[in-house]
């Protein structure tokens, strides 16, 4: 009976793909940008509820109850699926206004096939066969599943940019070219605030393990996407102030990114990324625009980076003094990748280190609110620059916190094993982070996050076995292949109703 209803949004995904009259174009297609003046009616207006619910909420959530391997996550996967095909048809059966061909309808035909592979491959998995080469393929079949998944909040990111901009009929013709270089830009701002809240919060071992800091990783990608903006901003034809603005942008980047990469070996940190965030603000503060709007908006997003820049400057050099996130003022030697010279006490967060990605999130937000024909759009409406950067900024303010919510909703349910946290409840081993397990916080076991403890009794007391064992399988999100904990299918329910009974019995 259960596989029975597992089928039918399968079902439905395999109409989809075997209907491509439905899946290409639809009768309301046209050639030109879409009429503004036709209202939009009530089923593109669900199309659109359904699928930024979707994607913006159920999938990221089902991805991470997938990597924290919770009993929830095959249900709320099915849901997901089923509205995300009635969205699907919403939005090719709807009247009103009727709209060109977009890359939007494109990636969302695309889709169809995807989510027909990650619901396969998750079937597959549920179905428990036993045959000869389960053992080799199984592994397979999973680590695909998971990597499709991880891969869910990227696509409904893109996705939705392109639907705004298709409602909008904006980024056509010669407008194409800004929009593409405002729109990845400033995802990739609001990217780098969503890898440095990771960072803080579930990987400090992951680093440590390889010796690396952070600013060395961000240092190498601002130094390669230097590399290519210096040589791609000139599209020919006479140097113009703005040409030459962007490609010394991309010359400040290569070199500075180069700078970042040289000083922030071994381990270090450097102060150098920042740095060059907040060039890049101060040029784009006083960057010229035909509109006074325009003007102001790209003056607030430049004042956001510059404010990014020094905020990640003063994290690194006065919040932590040069050490390492999640390393102590106790900390033999917190550069070090040795596996007892390296551990410290796992500390938390500190208040201040939020600072720099959420300005991060609404300097993207604000640089992908910047083109000029959202701009010219907004100055035809009687908004100004106060009201667009408030608009901005609350959505910036969402963005943050569910960005939060999900981290957190992964750390405290123990990483990758989060139906099998520690024993202890959070209230007895201190704050309710402290999902790596241990009172008072857990030390950095082989350089990481989670490892033996480094209290009541230092760093050579392990505690129990069965504590050991335990925190072995309470850990962070990079843990995943680094770590020789036995490999549990997520997918195996008796097995794990067995382990999780285990380690309560403990």
Known sequence: MRARRSLVPLAAVVVLATRPQLSLAHEHHHDGPADPSIPIDSILKLHILFQAVVWTILFPTT????????????????????????????????????FPHTAHGTVASLLVFYLFAQMALGMYLKLHLSWKAEGRIRPVVLGLHGLLGKTFPILGWV??????????????????????????????????????????????????????????????????????????????????????????????????????IWTS?????????????????????????????????????????????????????????DRPTGESDTSPDPTSSDEL??????????????????????????????????????????IDHITWGLIDFSIAFFLFVWFNILLDLYTTSGGRYGARVSARSTTESGPWYSRLGQEGGGGIRNGGANGPRADKGGYGDHGSEEESSIEAESHVLFDEGDLDAEEIDPFDDERLQSRQAKVRGS
Not at 308 to 321: H, M, Y
Not at 349 to 372: E, H, K, N, Y
Request: contains cysteine; positive net charge.
């Open 265 to 321: 070996r071994g381990g270090k940190r450097s102060i150098f990324p920042g740095i060059i965030i907040g060039i890049t603000g101060w040029a784009m503060s006083g960057h010229a625009q035909a509109l006074m709007l325009s003007t102001m908006v790209h003056g607030l997003f430049g004042y956001a980076l510059m404010a990014a820049g020094v905020a990640r400057v003063i994290e690194v050099c006065f919040v932590l003094n």
């Open 341 to 382: 010279t390296g551990r410290s006490d796992w500390s938390p967060v500190r208040a201040f280190q939020l600072l720099p990605p959420w300005l991060l999130t609404a300097a993207g937000i604000l640089f992908m609110s910047a083109t000029d024909e959202e701009l010219r759009w907004a100055d035809g409406n009687g």
């Open 63 to 98: 991805m991470v109850l997938g990597l924290i391997r919770h009993r929830l996550h095959v249900p709320l996967a099915t849901v997901s699926l089923a509205l995300t095909t009635a969205g699907y048809f919403f939005g090719h059966g709807h009247g009103g206004r009727s």
């Open 159 to 260: 996705q939705m940019v392109l639907g705004i901009a298709t409602l909008q009929s904006w980024c056509f013709g010669g407008h194409l070219g800004q929009c593409l270089a405002h729109y990845i830009m400033g995802s990739s701002f609001v990217a780098y605030s969503v890898i440095l809240l990771i960072m803080l919060k579930a990987g400090a071992g992951w680093l440590a393990r390889r010796g690396r800091s952070q600013e060395w990783f961000d240092s190498w990608v601002i130094c390669l996407w230097g590399l290519v903006n210096s040589f791609t901003e000139h599209h020919g034809g006479p140097w113009t102030h703005k040409d030459l603005q962007h490609t010394l942008l991309g010359v400040v980047w290569f070199f500075g990114g180069a700078a970042g």
